[in-house]
């Protein structure tokens, strides 16, 4: 049985920190890329998430899930903080001006990212409508793969209230597209259409 490193660990011994992170990195890259398109952006928020992983390790509850899924519940945390501050300062120039370029391999490595989660980007922006309590256990169900146990450890509530919010979000993403131009849903992504529907085992 692989002994996976235990986040509780990571912010005093090197050993599992280096570990953790290469465990985890690659499905933070992909949750960060899906919802900002700039890859140097994309870059500095990856790493924000494990310094803020870091600095979060003694909260670690095995019992409340695996830990990809408080993994998640910090990524969405630094992300958002990031558009709240993105937003109130408006200084992109100023920002980039300042910003250590990405070596030329990286770059093109966090582009591919960029560009594989286009498609989700779109499904992220069309969910803008939901409640965000809805919002965020659809991103997490639908967007990043979290089983509804895991989606609801990041979202630190109940299984039971997750499946009740996911239920009724994607009941109210079906009535909304429902009522969309036709054109308009054709043009909708594959991934839409998959988190619309209402699998049974969902169902409260």
Same mark, same amino acid.
């Given at each position: 049985?692989?002994?996976?490193?235990?986040?509780?660990?990571?912010?005093?011994?090197?050993?599992?920190?280096?570990?953790?992170?290469?465990?985890?990195?690659?499905?933070?890259?992909?949750?960060v890329a899906r919802r900002v398109a700039?890859?140097?952006?994309?870059?500095?928020?990856?790493?924000?998430?494990?310094?803020?992983?870091?600095?979060?390790?003694?909260?670690?509850?095995?019992?409340?899930?695996?830990?990809?899924?408080?993994?998640?519940?910090?990524?969405?945390?630094?992300?958002?903080?990031?558009?709240?501050?993105?937003?109130?300062?408006r200084r992109a120039v100023g920002r980039?001006?300042?910003?250590?370029?990405?070596?030329?391999?990286?770059?093109?490595?966090?582009?591919?990212?960029?560009?594989?989660?286009?498609?989700?980007?779109?499904?992220?922006?069309?969910?803008?409508?939901?409640?965000?309590?809805? $919002? %965020?256990?659809?991103? @997490?169900?639908?967007?990043?793969?979290?089983?509804?146990?895991?989606? +609801? !450890? &990041? #979202?630190?509530?109940?299984?039971?209230?997750?499946?009740?919010?996911?239920? $009724? %979000?994607?009941?109210? @993403?079906?009535?909304?597209?429902?009522?969309?131009?036709?054109?308009? +849903? !054709? &043009? #909708?992504?594959?991934?839409?259409?998959?988190?619309?529907?209402?699998?049974?085992?969902?169902?409260?």
């Amino acid at each position: 049985m692989t002994q996976h490193p235990d986040p509780r660990r990571i912010g005093t011994d090197p050993d599992v920190l280096e570990e953790f992170y290469r465990e985890h990195v690659r499905a933070v890259q992909r949750f960060v890329a899906r919802r900002v398109a700039d890859p140097e952006h994309a870059a500095d928020l990856t790493a924000d998430v494990f310094l803020a992983a870091i600095d979060g390790a003694p909260t670690f509850e095995p019992s409340r899930g695996a830990p990809v899924a408080w993994l998640f519940g910090i990524a969405r945390n630094v992300v958002a903080d990031d558009l709240r501050r993105r937003a109130r300062e408006r200084r992109a120039v100023g920002r980039l001006a300042g910003r250590r370029p990405l070596q030329a391999d990286a770059l093109a490595r966090a582009r591919e990212r960029i560009d594989a989660e286009r498609e989700s980007r779109r499904l992220y922006a069309a969910l803008a409508h939901l409640p965000e309590s809805q $919002r %965020a256990i659809l991103e @997490l169900v639908a967007l990043d793969g979290l089983s509804l146990v895991d989606a +609801a !450890a &990041a #979202l630190g509530v109940k299984p039971v209230t997750a499946r009740v919010r996911l239920h $009724r %979000a994607r009941h109210t @993403l079906h009535t909304h597209l429902a009522g969309a131009q036709p054109a308009v +849903a !054709a &043009a #909708l992504p594959p991934t839409v259409a998959a988190a619309v529907s209402v699998p049974e085992e969902v169902l409260p």
